[in-house]
């Protein structure tokens, strides 16, 4: 007869207790020991990356706010009557309306310098026919300074009805209705390029550097004109033949060297090395005629 022993099953929990600690493992709230150790950590890191990021954020704040007043600083000092202008002197100015144009830009007395356009006021007094090339100069702290070189009037020009006063490059510096003073005359037929404008005809511009190459006293007195294709001249009652308007520089200095000693006739420079005189009764009829013979 065999007998048989009832054993008790353990309680599964104390099992699972005892494996625990069987195998030398933390008990299971371990791991929520560990993680209330490196809360702490963790929140410390990030109030200390919120702080560097708020004392950076500030630095860049009060570096914005003092560029900002700098700027504020400069922008005013440029706009106050410390730095606006109080002098403004002009020097080779005879003919051009520098005043008038000096105001229309602005150029007066209390307007900040930083307030003037340098650019702008320069291109504005260049369009005055009578200004060959013109500077302003801000000098601060209240000064501006404007430098003008005008053209040379050289001739009377007959054009059409009127007559234009003509400069030694050419432009047009004045219209008359009659020759107003004392000066060349050039009667040569072209197209009128209005007020400002330049005459660019070769005929007009040799006559222009001969008339330039003369004494002024007798370019005063003289009259060119073109006949037969040829230049020709009125020099102190002397009819002088120029040819074409090429080495007039030279034609020129031939003509002063002969014209006190030249016999009565017509002087001929159209070779300069070589000069003529031509008796006068021997010159075509029509040339004659435009001279005035």
Not at 72 to 96: D, K, M, R, T
Not at 159 to 183: H, K, M, Q, T
Request: aromatic share 6%; charged share 25%; hydrophobic share 45%.
């Amino acid at each position: 007869m065999k007998l048989f022993s009832i054993r008790k099953k353990p309680d599964a929990a104390k099992v699972k207790t005892r494996l625990f600690r069987g195998r030398g493992s933390a008990p299971p709230n371990a791991k929520t020991d560990q993680s209330s150790k490196i809360d702490p950590d963790i929140a410390r890191r990030r109030r200390q990356v919120a702080e560097q990021r708020a004392r950076s954020l500030m630095r860049r704040s009060l570096m914005i706010l003092a560029v900002m007043a700098v700027v504020g600083g400069i922008a005013w000092l440029f706009s106050s009557p410390y730095l606006s202008v109080e002098e403004v002197a002009v020097s080779g100015v005879h003919n051009a309306a520098v005043d008038e144009i000096l105001a229309r830009h602005r150029v007066v007395e209390g307007r900040p310098l930083a307030a003037i356009r340098v650019g702008s006021v320069e291109e504005g007094l260049a369009a005055d026919p009578w200004v060959a090339s013109a500077s302003v100069k801000l000098v601060f702290p209240t000064r501006v300074e404007v430098y003008v070189q005008e053209r040379k009037p050289a001739a009377w020009m007959q054009l059409e009805d009127r007559w234009g006063l003509l400069a030694d490059d050419g432009v047009i510096l004045d219209y008359v209705d009659f020759p107003n003073s004392a000066r060349s005359v050039i009667r040569i037929p072209v197209e009128d390029p209005g007020l400002g404008g330049q005459v660019s005809d070769e005929d007009v511009l040799g006559a222009l550097r001969f008339l330039e190459a003369i004494p002024e006293d007798m370019a005063k007195r003289s009259a060119v004109q073109v006949i037969g294709g040829d230049l020709w001249v009125m020099v102190r009652r002397r009819a002088v033949r120029l040819g074409a308007p090429v080495e007039v520089a030279s034609k020129a200095e031939s003509l002063l060297v002969i014209l006190d000693s030249a016999p009565d006739g017509v002087i001929d420079v159209t070779a300069p090395g070589r000069p003529a005189v031509s008796a006068w009764e021997i010159v075509d009829p029509g040339v004659k005629n435009s001279l005035g013979g």
